[in-house]
Every structure is written in structure tokens, then in C-alpha cells.
């Protein structure tokens, strides 16, 4: 094969578009073609003997020595670099972005490497400038999404603000709305001020001669790149140094008129110049926004209405969810601690004083219940599980809860025999009796308290509390369920109860979306009449089952002094708690952790029954100790959780027949004889 002279290599490789250079085994030069000279402003007598790393910026040269050792040990036709940005440097000094392949050539017994060299710099311009419209246009669909979503017009120009100061790369931002009545630019978003940058620019007008006050002046963007050198800007410059900016930027919100409805304004820590590109999108969010805000205003008026009608509810939700909350713990304590003194021998006077401190506690327990139930209502924790129930077990117990007070106010508290079977949510239909036989127990002074079902047809049935008591105005029969309302009982004069039970009741019939109707008349009483779906079961069956659980519970005896574990991370309720259980005759330890309790477990003395509070510390829970205390004994422990959460957490446990929820603050007889129940079950 002929050979090519080496002038027609030189010539080919001279003619070629990139820079071309022949390095050999030590990294020298031995040819440079023309491009070279164009591109790095070396020509061929300039270059040829010396290193190649001469084409390289100083702080990869160390680095390059290792590489193309590496690359002798391996040589092959590859580019250089993959993955990497790669940077030659021009002989004076200047940077630019370059791509390299590598191809080994064989001469005389020596491996030469010729390196073609290209210049990018247009290229990744154009990348830039492609990527740059790539993010604009994510910019602007992630903008115009949280802009559909936001609830409101704050959310609204909080979104358009945090945009513009991640597009401009700002460190502060506000944005102003014009009072229509004064002109004036009020500020009602902002991002990193303090109180007092707020307070100086709370009204500005067209005189002020700060960005946005020139900007609303002259109905045109201002930018103001160092307030330092502005003189205008002298009387705002100690506030600028104080919160840390010196360039701002104010640019008009403009209405379907063309005039200023309101101002975007970004600061800058440094002396700075936002780009054309970042200015121009700046004005595609403001149009996006200009239209938004008319809508919103428009949209403002029908929700201010009812923003004040929601308001009075939202803030007394809080109150009763804090109310809740904070009281449950210290009367839990008191309810203990009165339990234990009632079964210690005391005086005459003594006894008298703890029975009048426990008429105390439940009036406080009676009223923190009634609030409980409000807030549990209010914030949906209560959800209905719709069963069928024999109607007359659950006016027997009715009756056993209500025929001491009656009784004391001389009253007869009867119930008519049902055999009758209802299909609703039997916890809840029971607490809607409760509320009811308690009104009219409380306002009836004599005569009698009746409770009875009666069959309005084969799918209804009517559930009816009636009393002979003071009855109700008609004018006042639409004010009943209102909260803290007492028929004939004024604001500042002494009240039994709190006007709450009723309230209560209509939010339970609305949740179980029944009917509730009242018939009254003044002096002569009440009758309230729930209406209940009537179940298809057979009631006879039912009551043979209750009467055969009842006759089994009767059969069965309880183990003496049983063994209870108690889990309360509480001090002062798990000691008065403790104190309770042993005057009670129980067997009791008393431990603060979910660890504490697995060491009692590991013990000799085994646990009859584990009582324990649902929310420990440290995130512990009392479901999470129930489960692992029966693990590590490997038995189906019985366990009584305390809780005194509202949420739907504790609605939604699973179901446990060998687990009872007593919700705080519990009685400390309700609680012994949940214990007693439970053991012997």
C-alpha cells in the first residue's frame, strides 16, 4: 500500500475544523495543526515541545499528569472525560468549554496520541438558553398550579411572592395591594422582614420615594441596583442596612384598566440587577395574578359572610379542645385521691367534707364530660357503628342510674317494658337518653320521670322521655340547643348544670341523622321523642341472649386480691391512682414506661389485669403496651386503657373483648367496678 507524503498529512490535518495536536509518550507536543492557533491563540511554533497541560487551566494539571499515565497503560480510541465539563485554556489566560477525543497512533515502535480538540462554547450558550426556557416554562405551570389550588387570596400572592424570590434569586420580597379608597399600598404578604420594616412601610403612597412609592408614581417597574449610591432613597437606607439589603426591584401589579392594583417588590443583600429573562417572567406571574385577584375580591365578599359566621364556632372549638385537654390530668387526680378517702376510716367531719368535695368533683367532671363530648363531636373523632340493640337492657340501665336522684327529689322514675329491637348506634342513642332523663330529672321538682318505647310502625320506634317539670316557653323552644342556654335561668344567677346536655343531644341526632321532636307545655311538662329505625331481628332472642350473658356473669366470682399492673407516666395520677386500687384491696404496681412494665412481666408475680393510660411519654402508647406485655407473657391479658384523647384515634382501635376504654376523667367507682367486670368476665 503507498504511503501518504507526510506534506499531505500535515495539509489534511491543518485542514480539518478542529484543533488537532500529536503528543507523545511524554506528554509532549510534536504537531499542532491551525486550528490551534485560532483557538487557543498558539501557533504551531509556539506549542511544539511543550507539554500539553499548557492547554489546560492550572487547577487541572496535577490532576491531568495522572489521567494520561492511566491512559497509557490502556490506550484506545475513546473520548475524553465522559461525563465530565471539560475546559481548555487559551494563551491569555481565557477559560472555554471544549470536547476531546483520543486516538492512539503507532510511529516507528512509539505510541503517539493525537487529540482532537472542539470548542463548545456556542453549543452550551444554546443549552443554557434551552434549559433557562425549560425552567421558565416548569417555573410557569408550577406557578399557574399552586395558583388554581391556593384556598385564598393571601395564598394567592404568597405563591406569585415565593416564586419571583426563587426566580430572581432574591433574599427578601412583599407584595403590596392599593386601598381603593386612599390609593395607598398596603402590604399584605411579605417573606423575611422584621416587625419594623412592616411598620415604616405599612401605607405608601406616590410621594414616598422608595421603589414602590415611584414605581405607583410613575405606573412603571423600578429597580434601584444600591441604595446606598440612590439618593432618593437616604431615608430608607438605615432600615435597608438594618434588615440586610441594598438593591430593590419594584415592579406595578397591573388591573384590567392598565393601572396599578398593587406592587411586587424583591431585595437584594448585594448590589444587584435582576436579568431581562427573570423581568420578563416576572411580568408573565404578574398577569397570571392580576386576574386572580379580581377574582378572589370578587369571590372575598360571599366568604367574609362567612368567615364571621365560622369564626365565634372556630375559636370556641379551641377552647374546648384546650379546655379538655388541660383539666382531664389534675381532676383524674382528684377523682383518685377522693376515692381512696371515702374508703378510709375518717370523722364525722371529715367524711362530710370528702362527700362534699366529691359533689364538687363530679360537678367539674360533669361539665369537663359535656365539653369533651362537644369537641369530640365538633372535630368528627365520633363516628356512628350502626347495630341492632334491644331497647329494654339499655333503659334497665337508665333506670339503675337515675332512680337514687329521682328518688331524692321525691320523684317517680319509671320505664315502660320493651321488647322491642332498634337498628342505630347503641352508644350513642344511650348517651342521647342520658342527656334527656338528666334535663328533665333536673327541671321536674315533683310528680314523675318516664321512659318508654313505643312502636310508630313496624320500621320505627319511638323513644320517649316525658316529665311533669316546669316545662318550656314556646317562644324559648328554638333556643334549647343552643350552648350554655338554661330555660328560666339567668347568666348571673346560680345554675344547676351548664346548658350544654341538649346541644349535645341535637349533634348526636344529626349524626345519626334521626328525628328528635319536643312537646311542652309551661307548668305541666315535657315530652322529647327520638324516632329510631326498628330493627328486623328478633327481639325475643336478643333478650335471651342478654338474659344468659347476664345469668353467666352472675355464676362467675372474682379472684381475690388480684394482681393489677398500672402504667401512668403521670406522678401525681399514677400515685393517686395506685393508692386507690390498694385501698380497694387490689395487689398493686405501679410503673412509669412500656420498659418498666416488661421487667414486671419477667418476674415471678404474675398480673390479673393491666390498667393503663393511652398516652405515655416518649411517644409511648398504652395499645403499644397491651400488645407487648401480652407477647412477652404469651397469655391474652386482660387490660382497662385510660384516655383522654378526642381525636378518632381511639374511636378506630380495633375491637378487644378483653380490653375495656374508660375516657378521662373517670370516676374512681367507675373505674373499680370496670375492673371488677372485667376480671371476673
Do not use: W
Not at 92 to 118: K, M, Q, Y
Not at 225 to 248: Q, S
Request: aromatic content about 4%.
Amino acid at each position: 500500500m503507498k504511503s501518504v507524503p507526510p506534506e499531505l498529512a500535515r495539509s489534511a490535518l491543518d485542514a480539518a475544523p478542529d484543533a488537532m495536536i500529536i503528543i507523545d509518550e511524554a506528554g509532549i507536543i510534536c504537531f499542532a495543526n491551525r486550528q490551534v492557533d485560532s483557538i487557543f491563540g498558539y501557533g504551531h511554533e509556539d506549542i511544539v515541545g511543550r507539554p500539553v497541560e499548557i492547554l489546560l487551566p492550572e487547577r487541572y494539571r496535577a490532576r491531568h499528569l495522572g489521567h494520561r499515565q492511566k491512559y497509557r497503560e490502556s490506550v484506545r480510541l475513546r473520548p475524553m472525560g465522559v461525563g465530565l465539563d471539560l475546559f481548555g485554556r487559551r494563551r491569555d489566560g481565557s477559560e472555554f468549554p471544549v470536547e476531546i477525543s483520543l486516538s492512539p497512533v503507532e510511529d516507528a515502535g512509539h505510541t503517539l496520541v493525537v487529540a482532537a480538540i472542539r470548542d463548545i462554547t456556542d453549543r452550551k450558550r444554546v443549552e443554557a438558553e434551552l434549559n433557562a426556557q425549560l425552567e421558565d416554562m416548569r417555573r410557569l405551570r408550577d406557578l399557574s398550579t399552586r395558583l388554581v389550588e391556593a384556598a385564598d387570596l393571601t395564598k394567592v400572592l404568597e405563591e406569585m411572592l415565593d416564586a419571583t424570590i426563587a426566580l430572581q434569586r432574591a433574599a427578601f420580597g412583599n407584595v403590596q395591594l392599593c386601598d381603593p379608597a386612599t390609593g395607598q399600598l398596603e402590604i399584605v404578604a411579605q417573606r423575611g422582614f422584621s416587625d419594623r420594616f412592616l411598620e415604616h412601610f405599612a401605607r405608601v403612597d406616590g410621594n414616598d420615594d422608595s421603589a414602590c412609592g415611584r414605581a405607583l408614581r410613575q405606573g412603571q417597574r423600578i429597580i434601584i441596583e444600591d441604595v446606598e449610591k440612590d439618593g432618593g432613597y437616604a431615608p430608607h437606607r438605615e432600615l435597608a442596612a438594618a434588615e440586610g439589603y441594598r438593591a430593590v426591584q419594584s415592579t406595578p401589579i397591573r388591573g384590567r384598566t392598565g393601572l396599578a392594583i398593587g406592587m411586587l417588590s424583591t431585595h437584594f443583600r448585594e448590589p444587584h440587577r435582576p436579568s431581562e429573562r427573570e423581568l420578563q417572567l416576572t411580568d408573565l406571574y404578574l398577569r397570571m395574578v392580576s386576574e386572580l385577584i379580581y377574582r378572589a375580591r370578587d369571590a372575598e365578599v360571599v366568604r367574609t359572610a362567612r368567615d364571621l359566621a365560622t369564626r365565634a364556632n372556630e375559636a370556641k372549638s379551641r377552647f374546648l379542645a384546650t379546655a379538655s385537654h388541660d383539666l382531664r390530668q389534675p381532676l383524674q387526680t382528684l377523682e383518685m385521691l377522693n376515692g381512696s378517702l371515702r374508703r378510709l376510716p375518717t370523722s364525722a367531719g371529715v367524711a362530710d367534707a370528702v362527700t362534699q368535695q366529691q359533689v364538687a368533683i363530679g360537678a367539674m367532671s360533669r361539665l369537663l364530660n359535656a365539653l369533651l363530648d362537644i369537641s369530640k363531636l365538633e372535630s368528627g373523632a365520633v363516628r356512628p357503628e350502626p347495630a341492632d340493640f334491644a331497647v329494654a337492657p339499655m333503659f334497665e340501665d337508665l333506670l339503675r342510674a337515675f332512680a337514687a336522684s329521682a328518688a331524692d327529689k321525691g320523684l317517680k322514675f319509671q320505664i315502660t317494658a320493651a321488647q322491642e329491637v332498634a337498628h342505630s348506634d347503641p352508644s350513642l342513642i344511650e348517651q342521647i337518653l342520658r342527656n334527656l332523663v338528666s334535663n328533665a330529672v333536673k327541671y321536674t321538682q315533683q310528680g314523675f320521670v318516664s321512659l318508654r318505647c313505643l312502636c310508630d310502625s313496624d320500621a320505627t320506634l319511638r323513644l320517649e322521655v316525658a316529665d311533669t317539670g316546669i316545662g318550656i316557653p314556646a317562644a324559648q323552644l328554638q333556643f334549647i340547643y343552643d350552648e350554655f342556654y338554661q330555660v328560666g335561668v339567668s347568666s348571673n344567677s346560680s345554675r344547676e348544670g351548664y346548658g350544654l346536655g341538649l346541644s349535645i343531644v341535637q349533634r348526636l341526632v344529626k349524626l345519626l341523622d334521626l328525628k328528635l321532636e319536643v312537646r311542652s307545655e309551661l307548668g305541666k311538662g315535657t315530652v322529647f321523642s327520638l324516632a329510631v329505625p326498628a330493627s328486623a331481628a328478633s327481639s325475643a332472642r336478643l333478650a335471651r341472649a342478654a338474659n344468659a350473658a347476664q345469668e353467666r356473669r352472675l355464676d362467675r366470682q372474682a379472684a381475690a386480691a388480684p394482681r393489677v399492673l398500672l402504667v401512668e407516666d403521670d406522678k401525681s395520677v399514677r400515685d393517686a391512682t395506685r393508692l386507690l386500687f390498694t385501698v380497694e384491696g387490689y395487689r398493686v404496681t405501679a410503673v412509669a414506661t412500656l420498659a418498666e412494665a416488661l421487667g414486671h412481666a419477667s418476674g415471678k408475680d404474675g398480673i390479673d389485669l393491666l390498667v393503663t393510660d393511652y398516652h405515655l411519654a416518649n411517644g409511648e402508647t398504652g395499645t403499644a403496651v397491651i400488645a407487648a406485655l401480652r407477647a412477652a407473657l404469651g397469655s391474652p391479658l386482660k387490660a382497662v386503657l385510660i384516655t383522654g384523647d378526642t381525636s378518632a384515634a381511639v374511636k378506630e382501635l380495633p375491637s378487644d373483648p378483653l380490653m375495656r376504654i374508660a375516657s378521662k376523667p373517670v370516676r374512681g367507682d367507675e373505674l373499680l367496678s370496670l375492673m371488677r367486670t372485667l376480671i371476673a368476665a
